[in-house]
């Protein structure tokens, strides 16, 4: 049988609210763009009834619908990881579950790629999240440009394309920990961005807390980059050296112009300088545990995820 043109990639976790309407709108989607396709739904350790769900869409379509159950929740990134090592298609959609980013929008990425691209990102018009979430998400993307050569206008935004080349480039990555599209754009040649349609949550809540959030821009940079520890180091050497100035200051007060008052009590206040000393100590010794944990995760080599069960027809399955 032909390979498909187009695959899509669905993580599922705890969304059974959402799925009837993403499936009541999806296939039409894509049936319309008159590609041969294929969907990948990967189930991340729900709780709910999304397996029973994800079992029935493809009892009822099983010519253009997959199914991968993985045994624990290992999270977005890995389930897209784990669905990337079955997909066949020439080029590859990831999209949430949630409706968040309408499916039909897909055509307009194939469309971006048909221009020469090999990886699209999509840029969220008109975001309806929270302000605060808004905010928080601008102010993440600001830091991220700034330590590592990872140029996203919206991060947050799952739905992309993916060459076949950049798909096949990330699955000889070995990493316990990555994020998705920063891994793409790293292998791409030409990327480019356009603006999708963004459209409040169908059903269900976000799986994203702001802990969860914070968590994962810190493993964006210190996956990425170096450039954490490096300022850490440059701000360390700065603090030594103006203490040593200082302190040479003082000295030079004390011996000249013992009659004035102490420099040290003008300047800086001995507890408050203890306790910037001590925090910046403290986010150093964390910071690099960070890329010390990193490595510990890897070495070990345990495996990123354990499927349970794949559902598809005999003819697309892959030999063991």
């Known amino acids: 049988m032909s390979a498909p043109q187009l695959s899509v990639v669905i993580p599922v976790y705890n969304e059974g609210a959402a799925l009837p309407a993403l499936f009541a ?50 999270g977005q990134h890995m389930a897209i990881l784990a669905a990337f090592e079955r997909c066949r298609g020439d ?29 699209v990102g999509g840029v969220r018009q008109a975001r309806q999240d ?37 798909v096949d480039a990330i699955n000889e990555c070995r990493e316990v920990s990555t994020f998705v599209p920063a891994l793409a754009y790293s292998f791409a040649r030409a990327p480019a961005e356009v603006q999708v349609a963004h459209e409040v949550r169908s059903a269900g809540t976000s799986k ?31 603090v030594a050296a103006a203490s040593v100035l200082l302190y040479l200051l003082v000295i030079a007060r004390r011996l000249f112009a013992p009659e004035t008052y102490d420099i040290g009590d003008l300047v800086w206040d001995r507890d408050l300088l203890e306790f910037f000393l001590l925090g910046m100590v403290l986010f150093g010794l964390g910071l690099v545990g960070e890329y010390v944990g990193r490595i510990y995760l890897q070495v070990r080599h345990r495996p990123r995820y354990v499927i349970d069960a794949v559902l598809e027809r005999a003819a697309d399955a892959e030999p063991r």
């Open 25 to 74: 709108r999806l296939y039409p989607a894509l049936d319309a763009l008159g590609l041969r396709y294929e969907v990948l739904f990967v189930d991340d350790g729900s709780r709910d009834r999304s397996v029973a769900l994800l079992r029935e869409q493809f009892a009822q379509r099983p010519e253009v619908t997959r199914v991968v159950l993985l045994r624990s929740n290992v």
């Open 208 to 238: 994203y807390s702001l802990y969860r959030l914070l968590r994962l821009n810190f493993d964006l940079m210190t996956g990425f980059s170096l450039v954490p520890l490096q300022l850490f180091s440059l701000t360390g050497m700065l």
């Open 91 to 119: 080029r590859v959609v990831t999209l949430d579950a949630d409706l968040q980013n309408p499916p039909e929008e897909i055509g307009r990425l194939l469309a971006k790629m048909d221009e020469g691209h090999d990886y």
């Open 130 to 166: 929270p302000l605060f979430r808004r905010s928080a998400s601008r102010a993440l993307n600001w830091l991220r440009e700034r330590t590592t050569r990872i140029k996203m206008t919206d991060q947050g935004c799952m739905l992309r394309a993916y060459d076949r080349t950049i």
